[in-house]
Every structure is written in structure tokens, then in C-alpha cells.
């Protein structure tokens, strides 16, 4: 590829079309985390900057949960009465004071931002596919064909760390195959924990077949070296070139990690950007890695003191859903994390705190395929794929609700039972609560219509805030302090908020399902699992999911706030920024 080609995406006409649909966003999220107050102007609405100079006007449908429903072609944007071009790096800066932005953190958010809308750019080159074609492809095409990423978060495929080279290598929308590093890493500094049932030897024969095993074996012995000394560690080739290679160059020199080559296998990027398929050997387990790249809040690292317990976690929770009735009944299962591996490097352990990037840098986990458990005629789609909408406005979930020629509110029903009742079952009976975003739920489909939800990303994402419940000591950590008034807001704001509202609003703009009719459902199978339940009455009156109103939990306002760590892992309920209240949509019914 020569240099020109490597930013043929970056055209006027399409960083247009990125910045008016960035900008739409901006407006939509900032105002529904009432950072920004859109005040009634003729047809529509305006929004001027900390000036007041500038004004932004659009036409917008208001919504449940205080969602704006803004027509990205109607935005303008107007200084002193001169028409201005959309730009979202502009308004960022027009409005710092008014988003809280210090001068510490606004650049790098509009890095962040720049970078998301070049990934925009990209988007917009590939070839156009209707959500009605979409839905009858397979579970890598819809997960590499998803356009947006995170719902509520406005810079959010941020991936700063990766030049543009490595974005055409390793984004998850660009469908490249990758190959992984391997690393040799010796056991004085590496420790591999596995779930019942795992053994290291056989388990890395099956994950890197037989040809590469005795060829990575063979660079050892070359060296010199004993094979029985070290471990094996699965990791990106970023993260090899930009960050191992250089801040471990000392243990690569020691030979405590010894570079063996790529693996036989070809692997694609997930939407979670760190997180690699199978292609080559479906029905082998994911490989999670670390990747020290800022993406929406956070280093995506991977931590090796995490690391040690995240096989026993996996394994109490599968056994947890395993052996619950209800779960059983709703077909949810896990896809569990079976082993994992991390390196410490011990100089940079003595030189940082334990939330450390430097910490981050080395480890690797094995989650399972779901390809092994489809039936007859099932097919897998991340559910982060509801939300999607194509070029012509149509969305995913439109698609699939005609191609089951189901009533829409029979489709939302069903999609409901496998996807939010286990939600609530974990929460009411065990005080459990995990992070059931698009992207850490995989959904099971035939003929359009969801069957079952399976559940990803356990040891990271779950949490306990019972705290009585009873747990083995090497699960202890998953128990966190939540305050009462906050500890439904893992249903209200992460179901209802970050992904409802979206859905919810998508259907009713197709005229598939009114809202009414969608929040009625909810409140139904709601309704239909309390009565399921009689022995939860007094959990359920504890924490009202009827409640009137609910507070609002706003994620934006965590990145403008600081966007390299947005929580405090040691303390997540407390970098919650509750701004004010939200209708409860199924407090009517």
C-alpha cells in the first residue's frame, strides 16, 4: 500500500458526512446527559456555544428517557449569521467550558474524536450492505459490518496508539486477518491458571496444533533452551512492535521472553478491538489480549494478577447458571474464560500502583466459541447488531423482526425472555450483576428470531453486590460495596439507558413498534417473571423496577472528565456521575 493509499479514505466529501453525523450525536448525548440545554427555537432547536456566538439548530423528536431523536441533515451551524461547515472538533472546543473540558484533557479527547471520525471515513468506503442482507449473513460478517460502536459514548473508537497502518490491520471493521504473536515467557515470571478440566499441555496442542508446537519448541532448543522452562503467550502484534519489544527489552534480552513467531491460525478483531475469532478453526477458543491502546476511557490492557483468578470465576458463574432453574429455562448460558496467562515484569511492579498501564502489559485469556453449541438452522450475531442501522435507515432489528414474520411485540418478547430476564433472575436472586452491553452479549438466532442469549467478558465485567452472599475465597474478588439507591442502576441505566432507549427509538422511527408497545412488553415480561418468582416478593419491593423515576447515570461526562481512566477499579459506584432523574418508561404499566 503506498503512503497516499494508506488515507485514500480521508476525502472533503466523506470527513463531511463523518462530522455531521459526530456532531448529530454530540448534541443527542449532551443533551440527554443534560450537559447542554437545546432550547425551543421556531420548528426546532438551538444550542450556542460558550460564547454565545455561535448557534447549532436542528429538528428533533423527543423521545422516552430524554432521547433526542436528531435529524442529522437538519443541523446547522451558524456564527454571527455566516453558515459554517459541521465540524467536530470545532464544537468540542466551542463548547469546552460548557462540556467541562480542562486543558489537560481536550486535546486528547480531540485526538480521540479525530480518530473516530476517520474511522467513520473508513466505514464509508466499504461496500453499502442493506440491514435485510446483513441479517442473513454469518456471525463475523455482522460483527465486522457493525458502523457505529458504543451507543452513548460520542468518542468512541478512540484506539489511540494505532497509526493508520495498524488501523487497516487490526480495527475490527476493516475484517483483516491477523496472525498472533507468540512469546515463550519463562516460569519464574509467568503463571497459567486454567478452570476445571484444563491442562496446560493438551489445551495448548489443541489451541496451536501440532506443526506449531514442535516449531516453537524447536526455536527454544535452538537457543539453547529448555521448552519445559517456559510458558506460551498468545499476544497482538502491536502490542509486540510498539510496546514489548521496547519497554520489555530487558527481559527480551535475559531471555525471560523469547520472541518464537506468528501462529498457524487467522484470527479476526471483535468489536471489542482486543479480542480475536478463530477463522482459520472456528470452534477453537477466542484469544483476549492485551493491547496498551486508550479506547473509550480506558488502556486496554490486560492485568497478570487478574488474570490468576479469572478461571475460577468463570467456572462458579457457569455452575451458578448452570443449576438456577430460571436461567436454565431462559437458555442462557456463558461462553466461559478457561484459562489465562500473565507475565509480571517485577521492576515495573515495584515502580507502580496495582491499577498501573505498566501492569497491563502481558497476559493473555482463553474464552470459548459459541460455534459449538448452535442447533439446527441457529446462527450467531452480536447483539450489539440491534442497534445498527444501514445507509437507507433501516435497522438490523427491523430486518430480523420481518424475517421471523413475528408480530414485533411476539419478536421483542422472545428477544426479551433470552436476553433481560436472566438480567434480572442474577440481580434478584443473587445480587448479581453483570455489564450486558451489545458487546459482551452474543444472541442465537433462527430464522430471524432469537432463541437465546449467551452471555461474554465474566471475570472483568461481573459483580456481586449482595453482601451476604457466600463466596469461595477465590471468587471473593467480584464482591463489591454498592450503595442501596445505586445497586439498580445495573438494569436501569446499562439495559434501559445504554441500550433500550436506542432500540426502543429505532423501531418506533421505522414505525415497526410504538414505543408504548415496546416499554409495554418490557413491563409484561417484567411482570410475568415477578409472578414466576413469589419467594422474591420482598427483593422485589426493595428495589422497585416500577419505581417512578430512576437517576440518571451519564457516561460522557466520566470521559470529558478524565478520558485515560474513567473509573476508579477499586471503587467503581463512586465516579458515578448521577445528574438529576429520568421517567421510568414501565413505571405506567
Not at 141 to 163: K, Q
Not at 165 to 191: G, I, K, M, N
Request: charged share 25%; aromatic share 10%; glycine share 6%.
Amino acid at each position: 500500500m503506498s503512503l497516499a493509499d494508506s488515507v485514500a479514505h480521508l476525502s472533503p466529501e466523506r470527513w463531511d458526512t463523518a462530522n455531521r453525523l459526530l456532531v448529530r450525536k454530540a448534541l443527542a448525548e449532551f443533551a440527554h446527559e443534560r450537559l447542554i440545554t437545546p432550547e425551543p427555537d421556531g420548528d426546532g432547536y438551538v444550542v450556542r456555544s460558550d460564547d454565545g456566538r455561535t448557534a447549532y439548530r436542528f429538528a428533533a423528536v423527543r423521545r422516552g428517557l430524554d432521547h433526542w431523536e436528531i435529524d442529522a441533515g437538519s443541523v446547522t451551524r451558524r456564527r454571527e449569521g455566516t453558515e459554517l461547515p459541521l465540524d467536530a472538533l470545532d464544537f468540542c472546543v466551542e463548547l469546552r467550558r460548557t462540556l467541562g473540558l480542562s486543558d489537560e484533557i481536550l486535546p486528547v479527547y480531540l485526538e480521540e474524536i479525530s480518530s473516530t471520525l476517520s474511522g467513520t471515513c473508513y466505514k464509508l468506503t466499504k461496500p453499502r450492505v442493506t440491514s435485510a442482507e446483513l441479517a442473513g449473513s454469518g456471525f463475523q460478517a455482522i460483527e465486522t459490518g457493525m458502523t457505529e460502536g458504543h451507543p452513548c459514548f460520542v468518542a468512541n473508537n478512540g484506539r489511540l496508539g494505532f497509526g493508520v497502518h495498524e488501523y487497516l490491520s487490526y480495527a475490527p471493521e476493516t475484517a483483516s486477518p491477523v496472525r498472533l504473536v507468540w512469546l515463550a515467557a519463562h516460569r519464574s515470571r509467568a503463571a497459567f491458571t486454567a478452570g476445571v478440566g484444563v491442562e496446560y499441555e493438551s489445551f495448548l496442542r489443541e489451541e496451536l496444533g501440532e506443526a506449531a508446537l514442535g516449531r516453537f519448541r524447536a526455536t527454544l532448543t535452538g537457543q539453547g533452551l529448555d521448552p519445559a522452562d517456559y510458558l506460551f503467550i498468545p499476544v497482538h502484534p502491536w502490542q509486540w512492535w510498539n510496546k514489548l519489544s521496547v519497554t520489555f527489552a530487558a527481559e527480551v534480552a535475559r531471555r525471560h521472553l523469547v520472541c518464537l513467531g506468528e501462529g498457524d491460525d487467522e484470527y479476526l478483531a471483535q468489536q471489542s478491538i482486543r479480542t480475536f475469532f478463530n477463522t482459520s478453526a472456528p470452534h477453537r477458543h477466542y484469544v483476549k489480549t492485551a493491547l496498551s491502546v486508550l479506547n473509550m476511557g480506558f488502556m486496554r490492557g490486560l492485568s497478570a494478577a487478574y488474570m490468576e483468578a479469572t478461571p475460577a470465576i468463570n467456572d462458579w458463574l457457569a455452575r451458578l447458571v448452570g443449576n438456577d432453574p430460571v436461567l436454565k429455562a431462559t437458555g442462557l448460558s456463558v461462553i466461559r474464560e478457561r484459562a489465562a496467562v500473565g507475565y509480571r515484569h517485577l521492576e515495573y511492579e515495584k515502580a507502580t500502583g496495582r491499577h498501573s498501564p505498566y501492569r497491563k502489559m502481558l497476559a493473555a485469556l482463553w474464552r470459548e466459541s459459541p460455534v459449538p453449541s448452535l442447533g439446527e438452522g441457529e446462527s450467531l450475531a452480536t447483539m450489539a447488531s440491534l442497534l445498527h442501522v444501514d445507509h437507507e435507515g433501516a435497522s438490523f432489528a427491523g430486518a430480523l423482526i420481518e424475517r421471523s414474520r413475528l408480530a414485533p411485540a411476539e419478536w421483542l418478547r422472545r428477544y426479551l425472555r433470552a436476553y433481560y430476564i436472566p438480567l434480572l433472575h442474577s440481580f434478584y436472586a443473587y445480587g448479581l450483576a453483570y455489564m450486558p452491553h451489545g458487546e459482551n452479549v452474543i444472541l442465537v438466532l433462527a430464522d430471524g428470531e432469537v432463541r437465546r442469549a449467551i452471555y461474554k467478558d465474566i471475570a472483568e465485567e461481573i459483580v456481586v453486590m449482595d453482601p451476604d452472599a457466600v463466596l469461595p475465597p477465590e471468587v471473593a474478588r467480584i464482591r463489591a460495596e454498592v450503595p442501596e439507591d445505586q445497586k439498580l442502576l445495573s438494569i436501569f441505566t446499562d439495559v434501559f439507558d445504554c441500550f433500550f432507549r436506542f432500540l426502543a427509538a429505532h423501531l418506533a422511527a421505522e414505525g415497526v413498534l410504538t414505543e408504548d408497545g415496546f416499554w409495554r412488553t418490557v413491563a409484561e415480561v417484567t411482570r410475568e417473571y415477578q409472578e414466576s418468582v413469589p419467594e422474591l416478593a420482598d427483593r422485589f419491593r426493595r428495589y422497585d423496577i416500577f419505581a417512578p423515576r430512576f437517576a440518571l447515570s451519564c457516561l460522557n461526562r466520566l470521559q470529558l472528565r478524565d478520558n485515560r481512566q474513567m473509573v476508579d477499579l477499586a471503587d467503581p459506584s463512586g465516579a458515578l456521575q448521577l445528574v438529576g432523574e429520568l421517567d421510568n418508561p414501565i413505571a405506567g404499566f
